[in-house]
């Protein structure tokens, strides 16, 4: 089974369209995340949501809009997409940083990313 | 803020031969550090990581050192194999800032046969 999935693999679309990529999740943790890798490999955090609340909320446009529904799922809803945003979107989940003695080793599980494409 | 610096690549080795990539890192207080690797078309997976001062973390013949005298954290292998060639990341996740996790750039590992 799939620890962390997202969908879809692959998005090619024009610009000023709407757009969204789901994550879900099995592995029981309550953080996850949305991390954006551009052309050169480069990881760039985006958001991070705990418990269905976000924590986390880096310098990103307003057209980025993260949705939790529950604690497994973190959807992401791009507006407006523009050329670029196009990059390769990975969704990621822990457990809960910042609690017990072990509160900074958690470490992430990726899904396979999501290839955004916008033309 | 805390961030994360690791050589640049690509790194060409032939089999069997020995593998370093050099990490440093800048952090407050006591960050955890680790290794992630990316195989073509994949997300990151988890290589091996470290908690505190003079930790050493291993797996699959890979090993680094948490060395806080010279803030590094350098990916090392005695004999890399074929399968080795993947996307390389260094990161910290400290306890302040919201407990982020922070990247390096990345460094790409070829293994030739």
């Known amino acids: 089974d799939t620890a962390v999935s997202q969908t879809p693999k692959y998005l090619v679309t024009q610009m000023g369209n709407d757009k969204s990529i789901k994550c879900e999740q099995n592995?029981?943790?309550?953080?996850m995340y949305w991390y954006k890798q551009d052309s050169k490999k480069f990881l760039k955090i985006m958001f991070s949501?705990?418990?269905?609340?976000?924590?986390i909320n880096e310098t990103v446009p307003n057209r980025f809009s993260p949705k939790s529904p529950d604690k497994a799922h973190l959807n992401l809803h791009i507006n407006s997409l523009e050329l670029g945003d196009s990059a390769v979107y990975f969704c990621?989940?822990?457990?809960?940083?910042?609690?017990?003695?072990?509160?900074?080793?958690?470490?992430?599980?990726f899904g396979n990313g999501t290839r955004l494409t916008v033309t | 803020g805390n961030s994360v610096t690791q050589m640049e690549g690509p790194v060409t080795l032939s089999e069997e031969a020995f593998l370093t990539i050099n990490c440093t890192y800048t952090?407050?207080?006591?960050?955890?550090l680790f290794w992630y690797v990316q195989y073509p078309g994949e997300g990151l997976q988890l290589l091996l990581k470290?908690?505190?001062?003079?930790d050493k973390g291993s797996n699959k013949g890979f090993e680094a050192t948490y060395r806080k005298e010279t803030t590094s954290f350098h990916l090392e292998k005695g004999s890399v194999q074929v399968s080795d060639s993947a996307v390389y990341f260094c990161a910290l996740m400290g306890n302040t800032g919201g407990f982020k996790t922070i990247f390096g750039a990345g460094t790409r590992l070829f293994v030739k046969a």
């Open positions: 592995l029981g943790h309550d953080t």
């Open positions: 470290a908690t505190k001062a003079d």
């Open positions: 952090a407050t207080g006591y960050p955890s």
């Open positions: 949501y705990n418990n269905k609340e976000l924590i």
């Open positions: 990621a989940s822990s457990t809960s940083p910042g609690q017990g003695a072990s509160s900074y080793n958690s470490p992430l599980h």
